[in-house]
């Protein structure tokens, strides 16, 4: 177990300079146990790549990184195959990985950064795809008791960006091992969300799509939309898309026929969040060093040297102007500490 400089900037996507007490890289399940056994009576953090987290202040405390690392495929059938991966495998490398071995499944997600263990946290998902889709089971670690114990599909109580983890089990477990159902020979490609649709059309592609052709279509499409967390400090999204009722829906209609409004299967809607906080002006405004993206409104980065208060700040004035124009309450996609 190795314990190094305990400052968190190189461990947050936000680029935060929060302090904690120290940062230990885990490596393996026995150093998980090590560090879970020795750790009974204090809180403690987990963090895989930080790319889902602001840090608004120093961490009093200790910061494990799951770094234990290991992955193959299970063959179940002509068609499909169980690829399984410890937590700490990087997620866009497993994607482009599960690709070259001819699997197919993933290929929406690619480019998300982050790590194995947290995808199922907050079901990650995006083009018109979400882990849930191919989960097929994973393995967690009770924190206290050190008991391992495997989730069914059913157990993990998806939703959007979210999960039992996020809720009734909110800091009981570490997901140690995740299995994905996943296709070989056969593939179905989702390419529905509009700008891959888009994409491929602009292509005049002759031949079927391959997953391989959709993820590299998907790495293009986010790298001209998103900012490089490598180049500008940030966490994707920072907060979710709102989900609202019909008479919400209409009345955001009424006012203007344009907003993005998306049905959804309970009968619900999704609102982009983007788009509203667009609408009120608010791409490339700044607060201190924290600003909103000037391509994508959803996105806040820090510029150089941003505080996770003045970023938490912004955010904040962000959902209050939000709140005042259309009496929707923006959440929070990033875990705040
Ligand atoms: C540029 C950019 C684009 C993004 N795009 C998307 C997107 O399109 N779709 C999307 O869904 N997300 C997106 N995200 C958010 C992020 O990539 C995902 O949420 C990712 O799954 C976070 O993984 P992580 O390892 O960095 O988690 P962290 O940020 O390290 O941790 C997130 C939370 O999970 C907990 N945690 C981490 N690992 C474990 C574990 N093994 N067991 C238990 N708890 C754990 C942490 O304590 C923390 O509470 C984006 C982020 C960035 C920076």
Redo the contacts with the bound molecule.
Sequence with gaps: MNTSVPLLTD????KVGAKARSVHSLSSIAQLRLFLESHVSEPY?????????LFTRDYPYDVAL?RWRGKQVKLLSETEALLIAA??EP?HELVMWSLQQGLGGLEN?A?????????P???????GV??KDVFEWCK?MHRTTLEERTFAFEECAFGY?DSV?KNELK?Q????EVALRLSRNVHSINITYAPLQDWFAQAQTTTPISPLAVAEAVCSI?KAK????KVIG????FFKNPVISSEKAKELLSQNSETPIYPQPNGSFKVAAGWLIDQLHLKGFKMGKAAVHDKQAL?LVNTGGASGKELFDLSTHIKQRVSETYRIELEE???I?
């Design positions: 461990y947050n996507t936000f953090l987990f963090l895989g790549q930080g790319s889902n987290v799951v937590a700490g997620w997600l480019l998300i950064p982050g790590s194995m263990g947290a995808a946290i907050q079901n990650i998902g995006a083009y979400e882990l967690a960006r983890f800091d477990y570490v997901i140690t986010r998103l900012p490089d967390p940030n966490a994707g999204s996105v996609e990033v875990t500490f």
